[in-house]
């Protein structure tokens, strides 16, 4: 049986989507009586080909049967990527209805792990747990974020950090993008954690405390590994561009390389050495 937090999680997650579609890009008429965007439940439902009664309690978040081929005929509707269609069969399938719990005790990465991050000279790593908390990184790293060992242990949430801390905001040139990234890639875990007790007091602070972090989480974007393209601002080495790539690292604790690579036909990599030389 699916938990309370996994169908409210998914009645959010449905919503967000619909309004993200203008009806006139899928044939219907935009209207004068629209009193929000996107479109509306009936309109889902007939270009899922179901009932406006059984996906109304879908999104409802009612407790009801469905199979994956009537998933993928919603998922269809709302026009959902791949990610987007794990998200989704993550919270609405039996068989995923297992609520995960996720390990709240400090992390250390293997010796093997931290020989691979150092040898990274010149590409700023973090090495992150399912919570996003830093449990890894490289000297690149602390040149251009922060220096990670003067951050207490319990303070060390990449989430957290990207709104509290007023150094990654003045470094990124498009913050919202980045972090909207690192947003999205948390919610690949809540699907997996959702209605884990750590995952519903960690996203009640973040909303309490930071308007734009509610905002950002109830547009409801979701990926297991964003590719960003991004734009920073030194206060030491001046314009720095990076593209960011994640990779998972299997094992019982879900740990990802978050890995900044240095834009081709650039400057980046030579203000990163002499910022590390100096």
């Given at each position: 049986?699916?938990?309370?937090?996994?169908?409210?999680?998914?009645?959010?997650?449905?919503?967000?989507?619909?309004?993200?579609?203008?009806?006139?890009?899928?044939?219907?008429?935009?209207?004068?009586?629209?009193?929000?965007?996107?479109?509306?439940?009936?309109?889902?439902?007939?270009?899922?080909?179901?009932?406006?009664?059984?996906?109304?309690?879908?999104?409802?978040?009612?407790?009801?049967?469905?199979?994956?081929?009537?998933?993928?005929?919603?998922?269809?509707?709302?026009?959902?990527?791949?990610?987007?269609?794990?998200?989704?069969?993550?919270?609405?399938?039996?068989?995923?209805?297992?609520?995960?719990?996720?390990?709240?005790?400090?992390?250390?990465?293997?010796?093997?792990?931290?020989?691979?991050?150092?040898?990274?000279?010149?590409?700023?790593?973090?090495?992150?747990?399912?919570?996003?908390?830093?449990?890894?990184?490289?000297?690149?790293?602390?040149?251009?974020?922060?220096?990670?060992?003067?951050?207490?242990?319990?303070?060390?949430?990449?989430?957290?950090?990207?709104?509290?801390?007023?150094?990654?905001?003045?470094?990124?040139?498009?913050?919202?993008?980045?972090?909207?990234?690192?947003l999205s890639m948390f919610r690949s875990y809540y699907g997996r954690y959702v209605g884990d007790e750590w995952y519903e007091q960690f996203l009640a602070e973040m909303t309490a405390a930071y308007p734009e972090f509610k905002a950002m989480w109830e547009h409801g974007q979701v990926s297991y590994a964003p590719e960003v393209?991004?734009?920073?601002?030194?206060?030491?080495?001046?314009?720095?561009?990076?593209?960011?790539?994640?990779?998972?690292?299997?094992?019982?604790?879900?740990?990802?390389?978050?890995?900044?690579?240095?834009?081709?036909?650039?400057?980046?990599?030579?203000?990163?050495?002499?910022?590390?030389?100096?």
């Amino acid at each position: 049986m699916n938990s309370t937090a996994k169908l409210q999680a998914l009645s959010a997650f449905l919503k967000s989507q619909r309004a993200k579609i203008a009806p006139e890009t899928v044939g219907f008429p935009v209207g004068t009586r629209r009193r929000t965007p996107g479109l509306r439940r009936e309109e889902v439902a007939q270009l899922a080909g179901v009932s406006t009664t059984w996906y109304t309690w879908l999104e409802q978040g009612r407790d009801i049967q469905a199979s994956q081929s009537v998933l993928d005929c919603v998922a269809s509707a709302l026009r959902m990527n791949a990610d987007e269609r794990k998200y989704l069969y993550s919270l609405a399938l039996e068989d995923g209805s297992a609520i995960h719990h996720a390990e709240t005790e400090t992390l250390k990465i293997s010796p093997a792990l931290q020989k691979i991050i150092t040898g990274l000279e010149h590409c700023p790593t973090i090495v992150s747990d399912r919570m996003c908390n830093i449990v890894g990184w490289n000297e690149a790293a602390r040149h251009v974020f922060l220096d990670f060992e003067r951050i207490p242990t319990d303070e060390r949430n990449m989430i957290r950090l990207l709104f509290s801390r007023r150094e990654f905001r003045r470094l990124a040139v498009n913050w919202e993008q980045f972090a909207n990234g690192f947003l999205s890639m948390f919610r690949s875990y809540y699907g997996r954690y959702v209605g884990d007790e750590w995952y519903e007091q960690f996203l009640a602070e973040m909303t309490a405390a930071y308007p734009e972090f509610k905002a950002m989480w109830e547009h409801g974007q979701v990926s297991y590994a964003p590719e960003v393209h991004l734009e920073f601002r030194h206060a030491k080495a001046g314009k720095m561009v990076y593209e960011l790539t994640s990779l998972s690292v299997y094992g019982k604790d879900d740990l990802r390389f978050s890995i900044y690579t240095p834009a081709p036909e650039t400057t980046t990599e030579a203000k990163l050495r002499r910022l590390m030389e100096q």
